[in-house]
DNA sequence: GTTAGGG
DNA sequence: CCCTAAC
């Protein structure tokens, strides 16, 4: 009874929370599992908390009133008090953690005082729900007893879906990322996903439907990603390739659910809105200092301990900004991220968007170096023999462009400080070893067997259409300790030399497609001169303690897509250019299906709702692109097969294409294009295609 | 914020 | 894809 009793409060608790952003779905999925399979889970979560909580509380002197309550539980007094505790806790959680941690929380909150205590470890469940894959050591925190239990949890949860049955999916980031980079190269991977999109189509209501009712796992994480902020991010930064493996391909690709991008209030930052922001930066810069202090919480760490490494703190940080819901949401904007280039030997606030989008779709990160002015020389000698060892290409390195950084840091924080933590950072994102991959006209060549010759690189010629891009070494990632946070940098560089020798290997060139983990970077130690380099900027001897108030330097891998981008080898052509250009993503044929149905049905002219029809969780095609897109099909079915370029368009659709444009320049869609038209579209475009 | 169209 | 004018 008693037990009844406190279940229906809770659940009634829940409707009552008020989360903000993102994690409604989020929990709506979770909470499916409580009612579901979940409970069993749950309960044992709770015991497991309620068992460490008490271990802990030895230590802490927390009292453990939860024995006593059992017997109240029921009265309005306790009730109440309750309720306050969950507000408390909600707030101390609601950054849209499984609310299976917030239960736990609700049901070991009883004491004020464990509330904090609680707050961490429910962080850190909530952290090592969504890892999965990460190590599980969780640096001995109060987590231990609890994070399997979730972690099976939400690991079968979405497991189903994206990869199940492989055992290495739960073993190793490294794995997982390998996974998710397979999927993104596999056709298939989106042609599965889409017949869902495909459905879609033929009911106007499904993607509220599915906003209502998510039905995949994917969407859990969908939601869970665009809910965290940079800084969240940063915090989970060890777990992004989990979110890649489980959701990167559907969540981008497919239509998953997310429910978000209506919202103007979150929508996922486009990279239009990137763009503004990071325009609107660039004129303003440093200025937008985000404001922490409400955002402060109360740490549970030495100060001490912060001294001596204070990137710890941000996890601390972190974990509060969470629950700054909304505010923080907004705040994010004025996050901004800020890139070292060599060349001007300082560092330059060049963007601030974070969007979760991002995060989901970076396909390459890194740290774009550039070679400027590279030379290479063909020896005479060089024959059309591939096994020529004579023949030698020359590259020099000029210099590296870092990858952006991404600095959250109180506008109180001295110069000094900062500069000290951009060092760090840099420091940190070489140290942990890189791999070079070698890319030409943009295509990364996997093969470390070809040569030279063969690839093209012998000639001077070709040496602008060659690229470098540093990879991280994954090896790292798998082993970090769970509280260091720092997952190794991505590097995307472009040099234009090349290593005849590169150390990459061919079975894991496809890393570049699987996010990085976000990571803050921590205890850089290994400084080179090349390093060193890489900031000109004299940084300023500060002590340790002058850190303190840094909250954060977090390098953001899942900008990379952009930042990450390769630099055009073509020192002439933008070499300072702060803003890359997007990494191009040519429409794979489903998309084009996708795209042509929906035009179909809504006409031109109205590519928002197209957009959103068709591509609402493929936040990397905005409705400009779908536009575009629109117009290159419009041409390319115009013209001769013969001259078409790049992954051929079934002719159907091209038909399609052209019978969806002629109807819609007749109708003038954009006027009144509705459903009345939608039929005739049809049966027009049925009838010329026929 | 969207559209439309040139680059 | 980017950029912008125009709405």
Redesign the pocket.
Known sequence: MVMKKRLDNRFSSFSDWTVPRGPRSLRRVHRKNDFEDGQICAIELLASLAGKLLQDGESTACSNTSDGDHSVIGTNVVKEEQSNEERAFKVECCDGGSSQSCDLGLENTDQKQNLKKLQYVDNDTVLDCTSVVVNSNSSGEACGDVTPVIRKTEFEDYRAKPEEGSPEFVESTETGMKIVNEEAHDAKGFGIGFPNMADSHNSKDLNKSHRKSPTSANSSFKTKLPLSTNAIRSSFSRYRNYFKLASRDEDEKFRSNKSTIHS?SFRPPS???G??IRKLLNSKHWKAAPKLKDCEVPRSEPIDEEARNPFRKRKLYFNGERCQGDSLYKRRRFVYRSSIMNSDGGMSSESVTNSPEKSVNVDKSGLAAILHGASVSTPSGQQASFHSKDAHVKFSIRSFKVPELFIDIPENATVGSLKKIVLEAVTAILKDGLRVGVLVHGNKVRDDNRTLLQTGLSCKDNLDTVGFTLEPNLVHNITLPLCSEDPPQILACDMTELLPSSPVNPSSSGILDAALPNTILTNPQNQDENRHELITTSIDKLPDNSLQDCKALVPVPDMTM?ALAVVPLNPKSKRSEA?Q?????PFSVSEVEALVQAIEELG??????VKFRAFENAD?RT???L??KW??LVHTAKISPQQRRGEPVPQELLDRVLAAHAYWSQHQA?QHSGKLHQAGVVKAIEGSSS
């Open positions: 103007n990279r239009i809105a763009r503004r952009e803003v250009r997007r990494t191009r993503r031109t002219g109205r590519w928002r709702d990397h409705y400009v692109d536009k575009d117009k290159t954009k």
